[in-house]
């Protein structure tokens, strides 16, 4: 081999020992999975659901941790504030976002504060009311509170909740007054309409459906624009009376911004592999929840369509 040959070959090996040598070392330590919610939500199940398996996958443990309040808005400015190495994520909602366009916030920001890493589940809600509420269907809850202006309350899980924006939508489209009451997360809520100290509720089917099914909540709808197997029998809000209804949240997980590529591009794959085995995929379609198969890119796509789409419902309702 020629000395210019020589040259070139060590300086292609040094070219790639520099690069191996700058490669992020990842993970080197636990994953915490931030939850804006408290225990017992769609975002915390979801979370706990994968969590397991991304363990196995990277060799690390992951530690689901809950830090409600503030419409997640808690949880989302610890990951925008934590070291962009991977370690410290975020499985979150469009609260995040939809909560800070009724505060008129801009702090945290989902699409400037974070990396977008994966889509994990999009789902459908369950319109339910406690079973002693005397309707059994949405033209009948709208009756009631046409005859009742402002004495119908909705509990939700917080400010900004794909559960508020849902009766919202209801309360617009339907001319009705009913008053919205947030949670610091989805299962107290679904605790007090259990209870009987509220009587309306939008809710994650992940979350209600156990107790719909137990006769201790009574579905009267759900908020796609078509029927979900998982809630056998009950109609959608668009067919009730309400044509073109139609609310779908969705669970992704997020990184702190400037996260390397490499490190946002590992996790994807794992979180893809995860969701796509046939235990989540089973477990998932039982509860309405349609995994999600991304890449980074057409995440971080999704959430700016759905910016414009909530954007848009929360200016023409009025949403304050």
């Not at 997640?72 to 979150?92: E, N």
């Not at 889509?119 to 059994?136: C, G, K, Q, W």
């Not at 029998?233 to 009730?240: D, F, I, N």
Request: charged share 15%.
């Amino acid at each position: 081999m020629s000395n210019s040959r020589w040259v070139t070959a060590l300086a292609l090996a040094a070219c790639a020992a520099n690069a191996i040598a700058q490669s992020p070392q990842f993970p080197t330590k636990p994953i915490r999975m931030i939850v804006g919610f408290v225990p017992g939500g769609a975002t915390d199940i979801i979370a706990r659901a994968i969590a397991p398996w991304l363990t196995e996958a990277l060799g690390q443990q992951v530690i689901v941790e809950n830090r409600p309040g503030a419409s997640s808005q808690i949880a989302g400015d610890v990951v925008a504030k934590s070291p962009p190495d991977g370690h410290v994520l975020m499985m979150t909602t469009q609260t995040l976002m939809t909560s800070a366009m009724i505060e008129r916030k801009t702090y945290p920001d989902i699409q400037k504060d974070f990396t977008h890493v994966s889509l994990t589940a999009t789902s459908d809600l369950i319109l339910a009311v406690n079973p002693s509420l005397p309707v059994r269907s949405v033209k009948e809850l709208i009756a009631l509170a046409r005859a009742r202006p402002g004495e119908l309350n909705y509990a939700s899980g917080g400010v900004g909740t794909t559960l508020h924006l849902g009766g919202e939508l209801l309360k617009n489209m339907a001319k009705v007054n009913i008053v919205h009451v947030p949670y610091k997360g989805e299962a107290p809520a679904i605790t007090d309409v259990i209870a009987g100290h509220m009587p309306v509720s939008f809710c994650n089917v992940t979350a209600c459906n156990t107790h719909v099914q137990s006769g201790r909540m009574r579905a009267l709808a759900v908020t796609g624009l078509k029927r979900t197997p998982a809630v056998p029998g009950v109609p959608t809000v668009s067919e009730s009376g309400l044509p073109g209804f139609e609310v779908v949240g969705y669970f992704g997980i997020l990184a702190p911004a400037a996260t390397p590529r490499e490190i946002v591009t590992r996790l994807n794959a794992e979180i893809n592999k995860a969701l796509a085995r046939p235990d989540i995929k089973e477990r998932f379609a039982s509860q309405a929840l349609y995994p999600g198969n991304l890449t980074a890119d057409e995440w971080s796509a999704y959430i700016k369509a759905s910016a414009v789409k909530w954007g848009k419902l929360i200016q023409d309702a009025g949403i304050k």
